[in-house]
């Protein structure tokens, strides 16, 4: 039978390759080194493919690693190939790795539907119920110009959590952990990085993010410096940052390397200068998972440990160069904060008068007139979600609060959504909803491990207290 399928998906590989250069060829302008390009990112998704069915699915885990701390702006000089399409090298203007999870995601739900078992499919069927709806509306409001955006910020990210989802019982808790402790590896090199910039005042990639023609660029930094990183703006910095710190409450158990954790990743917020993260930040550094009201030693050691923590913050904040940009914001209104509320107001009044079908993802084209001086800017994703889809939006939203409700740490991941909500993140093509999804998908994979834990624990008649879950989970 295992022979069969081998076979099976070596027929299935070669074709989809087979499909890919017919595609490729029909077009007749593309160049020789685009061709290869796209090979590169193709071949890519392949072989993670194969390496996880070999070495085991949390590999695939990983492949989100590149579309979530290598900022869009950044595909040309990195990956030669201009997200924008300036450059003839990006055919369907997304990041070159979602190129390759468009291979995985292809591969894994063909497999899924091959091995499907009659339980358990509710979420993969309304994930991918989501998928077909968000492409019929975009047709339907007959706005082609959106396909990218649709393609990279909500097709994508749906389907990267359906095949996290599909294989989350295929994969230990200790194989997660490890994951989990790669990403934390990860943005802390991102922190001390982040303070080397934000002392000379200098970035590494400053060319290629003045070389692509971001807007945001030359207004990030008028209170003062705010660091971009490899990851791009500073809210997306900031994002990456709180994702972390709810990763480590996911993962680390000691509470002293936990909060020494949570410190760092303050600090890198505070040099993002953001004020929204900031609060956010702090809800995050206090939270306890305990459900237990009872007050307890342990408890109350945790919480007096976060507070400290918080306190040596805001020494580094009010005592250090490092909090200058983000006290000079506070209490400043600037104008990306009136360009909110124009976007409010203009939203409410016409409110009523948006098509059915909405714009299709086509408001990343388009210009909205305020009145005859003023244009509207975007800086609301949730809005610019309206208009796209108008009324199927609270579809999306619904399919959203699901999946956190069936989510452990829900808390957390609602924090993490309200931050995404307090700027521009999904609203234009933009790497943030891939962060979502995948903090999504490890939520859930700690929901189901402690399901299965306490279910297994009740059959065999132990004791399912909430000491024995932490124990079995971290």
């Not at 200068?273 to 109350?300: P, Q, T």
């Not at 999904?426 to 994979?445: E, H, I, S, T, W």
């Amino acid at each position: 039978m295992n022979g069969n399928l081998n076979k099976l998906y070596s027929w299935i590989i070669i074709i989809l390759i087979s499909f890919f250069q017919i595609i490729v060829a029909i077009r007749g302008t593309v160049l020789i080194d685009q061709i290869l390009l796209l090979n590169v990112f193709f071949f890519i998704g392949i072989v993670l493919f194969l390496v996880s069915e070999i070495r085991g699915k949390h590999i695939l885990y990983l492949s989100v690693i590149p579309i979530m701390y290598i900022s869009l702006l950044l595909t040309d000089d990195l990956y030669l190939m201009d997200f924008y399409g300036e450059n003839t090298q990006n055919i369907l203007g997304i990041h070159p790795f979602a190129i390759s999870l468009i291979v995985i995601i292809f591969l894994e739900t063909l497999k899924w539907l091959l091995h499907t078992k009659k339980r358990n499919i509710l979420i993969p069927l309304l994930t991918i119920s989501m998928v077909f709806i968000v492409i019929i509306l975009s047709l339907l409001s007959g706005n082609g110009g959106g396909f990218s955006l649709l393609l990279h910020n909500y097709v994508l990210p749906f389907g990267t959590f359906f095949v996290l989802f599909v294989i989350k019982d295929q994969i230990e808790v200790t194989k997660i952990k490890s994951i989990l402790n790669i990403y934390i590896i990860i943005s802390v090199l991102i922190v001390v990085y982040a303070i080397c910039e934000y002392l000379f005042k200098s970035n590494v990639f400053e060319v290629g993010f003045k070389n692509s023609g971001a807007l945001w660029f030359d207004s990030v930094s008028r209170e003062g410096y705010r660091v971009k990183t490899i990851i791009g703006h500073p809210l997306d910095n900031a994002a990456v940052f709180i994702f972390t710190m709810i990763v480590i409450h996911m993962n680390i158990r000691k509470e002293t390397y936990k909060y020494i954790l949570l410190l760092i990743m303050l600090i890198g917020i505070f040099l993002t200068g953001s004020r929204a993260a900031l609060l956010i930040a702090i809800l995050v550094m206090i939270y306890n998972e305990k459900s237990s009201n009872i007050i307890d030693v342990k408890k109350i050691k945790s919480l007096g440990v976060s507070f400290f923590s918080l306190m040596i913050a805001t020494v580094v904040l009010f005592t250090t160069s490092f909090g200058n940009t983000l006290l000079n914001r506070i209490g400043f209104e600037d104008n990306s904060s009136q360009a909110r509320l124009i976007l409010v107001d203009y939203f409410f009044k016409n409110l009523g008068h948006v098509s059915l079908n909405g714009l299709g993802y086509a408001t990343e084209n388009i210009k909205i007139k305020y009145d005859a001086y003023n244009t509207i800017i975007l800086e609301n994703p949730w809005i610019i979600l309206y208009f796209d889809l108008s009324y199927f939006m609270f579809i999306y939203l619904i399919f959203l609060l699901y999946l956190i409700y069936k989510s452990r740490y829900s808390f957390l991941l609602i924090l993490f959504v309200i931050y995404l909500s307090s700027y521009n993140s999904f609203g234009v093509k933009n790497n943030m909803n891939f962060v979502l999804y995948l903090l999504l998908a490890f939520g859930y994979f700690f929901n189901y491990q402690q399901n299965i834990f306490v279910t297994n624990t009740l059959e065999s008649g132990d004791d399912c207290n909430e000491r024995n879950i932490e124990k079995n989970l971290l």
